[in-house]
């Protein structure tokens, strides 16, 4: 297993310790743990398409929606005027 170097303050190192102790584990078993959450909370990688793309379709409403000037009368003027 490779092994990696971290530097934790005294405070840090206490609460890992502790932490340790109270699971009856190592402290090299606890960060593991810590990464793997850590990375499995990541964000998505990838495009805007492939993060949304299950949001295509979802919706209803006229398919020239964007393009169409006609949407747009009346757009930004008050109400109550």
Known sequence: MPTVTLKLTAAEHARL???ATR???TKS???REA???QIDAAPATGSFYERAKHLIGAASGPGD???NPEYMAGYGKSRHS
């Open 17 to 19: 310790k502790a932490e």
């Open 23 to 25: 699971r009856r584990t």
């Open 29 to 31: 078993a606890v960060l």
């Open 35 to 37: 990464i793997a959450r």
């Open 65 to 67: 929606l964007s393009t």
